[in-house]
């Protein structure tokens, strides 16, 4: 027989904004925009003021500024937010054994077998209560005996409030809610639910499993499990990761410059979807070469934190350009993003380029269906070892065939 889990879901109330208004309190009380402030741009983030006009994140900021002009708009500064992150992080890595952090300003912890010296409501209670002490920034937490009940809780509880789901209790509690709310519904699944003319949980409740499966698929099975309040993953302990990387040493030196570059966008595609896959966004960008005569440089280059293509490689394809310019066989190329932090897709949303940020959003979809190499880009196409590893999942690398025997 398996312990009864307790599983904490905290999430700070629309972070960037209370970072805003922790520099600037005149932003209190008052409808505000954070994101891609000219008119392509897209709203990451708004305040409980503004969300009454109907604005809601991912909208076009065009949209947003008609549906109420006087808002304050506000361009996000990725640097400001990581660090408040970080405050937060800190705080809770220094009250709890086993935390997860699953972006920017969300947290799963486990307290599974606390009970016993204090009491894991009145310490998740705890917890919050000295975040909110000392760092300034709201909080809200759920608290149940798995990751799906707690995170729904969570979302119930907001804004700066709290909830807890006894045992026994997930169903009744998920019952009467949108089954928007299940965490892996978006809007394309939500809509072929509401076809089925299914809104509510409970209806996926009283619906037999089998039928669901039948219907939607392997995800139906797993709406099928949330919805009935079943979720047996686990917490992963959260490890910082600075930097990550990939290198490519040719079996035969070569001068094919068409290839060279072709594997160097395929590098820095592979590792541009990693950071997306973990919710990461990089500052800056090494490229490296190697010449036959085993000399080797490094360049790197800072940019404003991100982790879509459309800004990575036209550096990475810079760097390569001033880094090539030897009359000698390449024996090695290598590209790392570093100065790396959470953020991902939220982040990516200061860009003022809508259309570049949804195509962005569009072809990872494929990939996570498809396959890692459904999509790259035509120029990418030689490279051939691109790996579905996670290096933010905690997990080992795979071994790579970095040199082709
Ligand atoms: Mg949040």
Known sequence: MSEERAIVHMDLDTFFVSCERLQDSRLNHKPILIGGTSDRGVVASCSYEARKFGIHSAMPMRMAKQLCPEAIVLRGNATTYSKYSNLVTEVIKDSVPLYEKSSIDEFFIDLTGMDKFFGCHQMAIELRQRIIRETGLPISFGLSTNKTVSKIATGQAKPNNQIRVFKGTEKPFLAPLSVRKIPMVGEVTYKSLC???????????????????????KNGLSIWK???????????????????????????????????????????????YQLRRGNKLTACITFKIRYSDFQTYTQQQKIPYSSLDSSI???????????????????????????????????????????????????????????????ISAAGMEAKSISRWNPFSGEPPPLLPNRRR
């Open 195 to 217: 076809d089925l003319g299914i809104k509510k949980i409970v209806t996926v409740q009283q619906m037999p499993m089998q039928l669901m499966h039948k219907v939607l698929g």
């Open 226 to 272: 949330k919805a009935n309040g079943i979720d047996n993953s686990p917490v992963i302990q959260y490890h910082e990761r600075k930097s990550i990387s990939t290198e490519r040493t040719f079996d035969k030196d070569t001068t094919d410059i068409k290839k060279l570059k072709s594997i160097t966008i395929a590098m820095a595609e592979n590792l541009a």
């Open 313 to 375: 490689l036209p550096v990475v394809l810079n760097l390569f350009e001033k880094l090539y310019n030897r009359r000698l066989l390449v024996r090695l190329i290598g590209v790392r993003f570093s100065h790396l932090v959470e953020g991902g897709h939220q982040i990516n949303l200061f860009e003022d380029n809508e259309k570049l940020i949804r195509l962005s959003l569009a072809i990872d979809k494929m990939r996570e269906r498809y396959g890692d190499r459904s999509v």
